[in-house]
């Protein structure tokens, strides 16, 4: 539905916020571009939206080369991270203002404004202007207004950041809720790892202007294709150990630890497990890591384990009642099945 082809934006002063990237969204898919800030998500959304002008490469959207077409005939609808409504605009017009653009006749214009309004649990305030509305509100009309004209595609740049946490979660189901419903191929850009995951189909991960990973949410998470991935998604970060395989085993960070038969005699690499996937063991364990135990965060139903050791910090999580003392020897054992080695740490 959307293919991007050696999409390069170099801005006047010399930054290059995109360089070469490729992309390819699948029909209806909620797909979303996940990176620091900027990596160059922004200008990735607004390339495709008609906002910005790429300095090469080709931008396709359901199989018309789009690349020089102006925005208003992309069929794709954004919706910004500061909502942009019409402050002097009650509800029921920032929500036809699309179709008003369109010339759409009155009367259908406010009776699809009505049924978007239902939709969305905006009935009871079409009347009143955005500086009247909270924030979740003011959200909901932006949404409704990205949905009014039934666009092709629905662009979102990070459109739940402005609100506070809670309602952020209710936001998100919502939305996600909506795509499912309507099935519209939806691009989100968001820096927070939990969004990406729970919201997407498939998701990209982006730094310094190109894409270093695309996959499945669960691919992903557990196999991060380089230390940049691993070290960004997850709600608690992956442990990254130096180490260097020897005699057939890897030795990282006081362990000894099963490598993988390709790996040669000497090669230095880098030593990645979730600590939700590190055990702790109160006696030595030549396959775990030696430290004492420096902090313990409470999680909620878990707790985060930092240990120390000589020359580096690994944590573990722990279930409920398992938590050792501060102060204590421990060993931090990498879960077999559930370790990645990489090579270009
Ligand atoms: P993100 O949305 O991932 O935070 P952006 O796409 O906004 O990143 O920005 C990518 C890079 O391009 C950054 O270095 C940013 O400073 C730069 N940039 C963005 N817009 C402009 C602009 N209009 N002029 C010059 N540099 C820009
Ligand atoms: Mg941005």
New binding site residues.
């Given amino acids: 539905m959307i293919s991007v082809h050696g999409l390069t934006k170099v801005?006047?002063?010399g930054?290059r916020?995109l360089d070469s990237l490729d992309l390819d969204i699948g029909e209806g898919e909620f797909f979303a571009l996940l990176?620091p800030?900027?990596?160059?998500?922004?200008?990735l959304l607004r390339s495709i939206a008609g906002l910005e002008t790429p300095t090469s490469g080709r931008i396709g959207i359901g199989g018309t080369d789009v690349t020089t077409l102006a925005p208003g005939r992309r069929d794709v609808a954004m919706v910004f991270q500061d909502y942009a409504l019409f402050p002097h605009m009650d509800v029921a017009a920032n929500i036809a203002y699309p179709l008003r653009i369109r010339k759409t006749p009155r009367a259908r214009r406010e009776a699809r404004a009505a049924e978007v309004a239902d939709r969305l649990s905006l009935t009871g305030l079409l009347g009143r202007r955005p500086g009247q509305l909270s924030g979740g509100q003011q959200q909901r009309v932006a949404l409704a207004r990205a949905v009014a004209c039934r666009p092709r595609v629905f662009l979102f740049d990070e459109p739940l950041s402005n609100l506070d946490a809670r309602l952020r979660l209710e936001a998100r189901t919502f939305l996600k809720r909506l795509q499912d419903e309507l099935g519209v191929t939806t691009v989100f850009?968001t820096h927070d790892q939990g969004e990406a995951l729970a919201l997407a189909h498939r998701i990209a991960v982006m730094d310094a202007g190109r894409i270093v990973q695309v996959g499945t949410p669960a691919e992903i998470f557990h196999r991060p294709a380089t230390t940049f991935v691993a070290s960004f998604i997850g709600s608690t970060p992956m442990n990254l150990l130096p180490g260097r395989a020897g005699d057939g085993v890897l030795h990282v960070a006081g362990a000894a630890l099963p490598a993988p038969g390709d790996l040669p005699e000497g090669e230095p690499i880098v030593y990645g497990v979730r600590p939700e996937y590190t055990d702790l063991s109160a006696t030595r364990r030549d396959d775990g890591f030696p430290g004492e135990v420096a902090v313990l965060e409470n999680l909620g139903a878990t707790t985060l384990v930092t240990l120390e050791g000589p020359d580096h910090l690994v944590q573990a999580v722990v279930g409920e009642g398992r938590e050792p003392a501060v102060g204590t020897a421990a060993w931090a054992v990498p879960r077999r099945g559930r370790a990645l080695v990489y090579r270009d740490g």
């Fill in positions: 801005f006047p002063g930054v916020a990176g800030s900027g990596c160059g998500k922004t200008t850009v």
